[in-house]
C-alpha cells in the first residue's frame, strides 16, 4: 500500500491538541512531512517547549497513522517548539512573554519560587530572563550567587547604551540589588521607585527571550500597577502559603490583576510551605500550616492550581549557596517545578491561543 501524504494529514487531523481545542494540522503543527515507502516522518511544532504534553502527543499521532494509513507505517516524529505570544506585543518585540510572580504577602517563597521556575522553564530550552523587581529586599542576585557582580553596558546603533543583564545557569538576570549597597536601605518613594523598574524592562539588552519572569514585591502597590500597564503580560503566577493570614492578603492580590483597567490573566496559583515530609518517614505529609487552601483559592477564583511546593531545608540551603534546587534533575522537589513549569508554560500558550481566536 501506498502512503501519501493526504492520507498521513487527514489521519493526523483527528488529533487534537487538548489545552487549544483544534487538530495539529488546522493548528499548523505538522511541518516537515516526508515518505518514503512505509517511512513517515514529520516535525511536531509545539507551542512551548516546556508542553507537558508532548509525549501524549507524539504517540496519538504515530497511533492515529498506524490506525487509520497504515499499521506497518514506521513513524518518526522530530519534537520542536515556537513559543507564542501575546498579540498587543509591540513593545518589547524580543521579548515573546512576559510572566509575573506576585503574593499579596511577604515571606511566603515567592523569589524562591521565581528562580525555580526560571530555570525550570531555561531546562527545556527555552530562552529565559529573570528580573528582581522587589526594589526593598532583592534577593535573586544571593540566590543565584551572583551578588556583587555588576551588570555592563552595551551601545546600540543609536548610540543609547543599554544595559547588559548578568548571565548565570543559561538566564539573563537583571535586579535592583546589582545596582545598590547590599548593606544599605533604598529609601526610595514610589514613582522614582517605579521608574527604576521600568528601566530593567525597557532599558535592557535582553536579546530574544521566549519568557521574561518577574519576581514583584509583596502587596499590591505602584510597581505592579507600573509593570502591569506599562508592558504586555502574558499572565500572573500567584505564590500562597496555607495560613488563612496569607491567604486573605493573596486574595487581594489575586484579585488586583482581575481589575478592571489592569486585567491581566491569572495564570494559577502555586502553594507553596504546603507540607513537611521527615527523612525518615518519606511517605508521610504533615500539613503544618493547613491544608488546601491554595487549591481552595485557585477553585474560588476559577484559576488553575498549579501545586503544592512542601518544606524542604534542602530548597533554602540551595538559594543560600546560589544554586536554585530545580538545578539538581536528581531532586524530587526539581521534577515539582519542573511539572509547575510546563503547567504555567501551557496556561500561556493557552491564553495567546484565545486571543488570537477572539
Known amino acids: 500500500m501506498i502512503i501519501t501524504p493526504e492520507q498521513v494529514l487527514t489521519a493526523l487531523s483527528h488529533v487534537e491538541d487538548p489545552d487549544l481545542k483544534r487538530d495539529l494540522v488546522s493548528l499548523n503543527m505538522i511541518k516537515n512531512l ?5 517511512h513517515v516522518s514529520f516535525t511536531l511544532e509545539l507551542t512551548t517547549p516546556a508542553c507537558p504534553m508532548k509525549d501524549m502527543l507524539t504517540n496519538a499521532c504515530t497511533n492515529a497513522i498506524k490506525h487509520l494509513v497504515n499499521n506497518q507505517a514506521q513513524v518518526s516524529i522530530e519534537v520542536t517548539s515556537r513559543v507564542t505570544r501575546p498579540l498587543d506585543s509591540s513593545q518589547l518585540k524580543d521579548i515573546k512573554n512576559i510572566v509575573l510572580v506576585s503574593s499579596g504577602k511577604g515571606g511566603v517563597g515567592k523569589s524562591t519560587v521565581s528562580s525555580n521556575l526560571a530555570v525550570a522553564l531555561a531546562a527545556t530550552g527555552a530562552k529565559v530572563g529573570l528580573i528582581d523587581a522587589d526594589i526593598y529586599g532583592p534577593s535573586i542576585p544571593t540566590m543565584f ?58 532599558e535592557a539588552d ?18 505592579h500597577i507600573t509593570i502591569a500597564q506599562s508592558f504586555p503580560i502574558a499572565g500572573a503566577v500567584i505564590v500562597t502559603t496555607p495560613q488563612q493570614v496569607a491567604l486573605a492578603d493573596t486574595r487581594k492580590g489575586l484579585g488586583m490583576f482581575m481589575m478592571q483597567g489592569i486585567n491581566i490573566p491569572v495564570l494559577g496559583v502555586i502553594e507553596n510551605m504546603s507540607y513537611f515530609t521527615p527523612a525518615e518517614l518519606p511517605e508521610n505529609k504533615y500539613y503544618l500550616f493547613g491544608k488546601d487552601g491554595g487549591k481552595t483559592l485557585a477553585e474560588s477564583f476559577r484559576v488553575p492550581f498549579l501545586g503544592e511546593i512542601p518544606i524542604l531545608q534542602s530548597v533554602s540551603e540551595a538559594g543560600d549557596q546560589g544554586k536554585p534546587i530545580a538545578l539538581n534533575n536528581e531532586d524530587l522537589l526539581a521534577k515539582t517545578f519542573s511539572v509547575i513549569a510546563g503547567k504555567v508554560a501551557q496556561q500561556v500558550a493557552i491564553n495567546n491561543a484565545q486571543k488570537v481566536n477572539s
Request: glycine share 14%; charged share 20%.
Open 206 to 223: 535582553w536579546g530574544q527571550l521566549d519568557y521574561l519572569v518577574v519576581d514583584l514585591p509583596p502587596g499590591t502597590g505602584d510597581i
Open 145 to 202: 550567587g551572583v551578588t556583587g557582580i555588576k551588570p555592563g553596558a552595551t551601545e546600540t546603533t543609536g548610540g543609547k547604551a543599554l544595559i547588559t543583564p548578568v548571565e548565570k545557569y543559561g538566564i539573563k538576570l537583571l535586579s535592583l540589588g546589582f545596582f545598590a549597597d547590599p548593606d544599605q536601605p533604598v529609601p526610595w518613594r514610589g514613582p522614582m521607585a517605579s521608574n527604576a523598574v521600568k528601566q530593567l524592562f525597557s
Open 34 to 38: 516526508k515518505i518514503d515507502g512505509p
